[in-house]
């Protein structure tokens, strides 16, 4: 089991930048992939990053390709997610994720959630 709180969320201007945290519970946090996702207003949930469970393996939405960064911490078992050059479209409720061992991209494989943070791109 591992319960999940984000963090870092808020109101941005265009081209600034934000970085959101993801703190783990539990003694078994580098055994977990992580993922994060993202939801906009009538919009279904949608992959931004993931990370695998010591970090060497990463990958990312085209749309954030770039701009967005994922890295974890498992000494403290929290993941972040660095964001730059933020846009407008990416305005939407910012979820992280968790999973046993590897990292994928479908909403569907990760069996725990946060409660998610707000992020608010003005511009």
């Known amino acids: 089991q591992v319960q999940l709180v984000e963090s870092g969320g808020g109101l941005v201007q265009a081209g600034g930048s934000l970085r959101l945290s993801c703190a783990a519970s539990?003694?078994?946090?580098?055994?977990?992939?992580m993922g994060w996702f993202r939801q906009a207003p009538g919009k279904e949930r949608e992959f931004v990053a993931a990370?695998?469970?010591?970090?060497?393996?990463?990958y990312y939405a085209d749309s954030v390709k770039g701009r967005f960064t994922v890295s974890r911490d498992n000494a403290k078992n929290t993941v972040y997610l660095q964001m730059n050059s933020l846009k407008p479209e990416d305005t939407a409720i910012y979820y992280c994720?968790?999973?046993?061992?590897?990292?994928?991209?479908?909403?569907?494989?990760?069996?725990?959630w946060g409660q998610g943070t707000q992020v608010t791109v003005s511009s």
């Open positions: 990370i695998n469970w010591n970090g060497g393996n990463t």
């Open positions: 994720a968790a999973r046993m061992l590897l990292l994928t991209a479908m909403a569907s494989d990760y069996g725990y």
């Open positions: 539990g003694r078994t946090f580098s055994s977990y992939a």
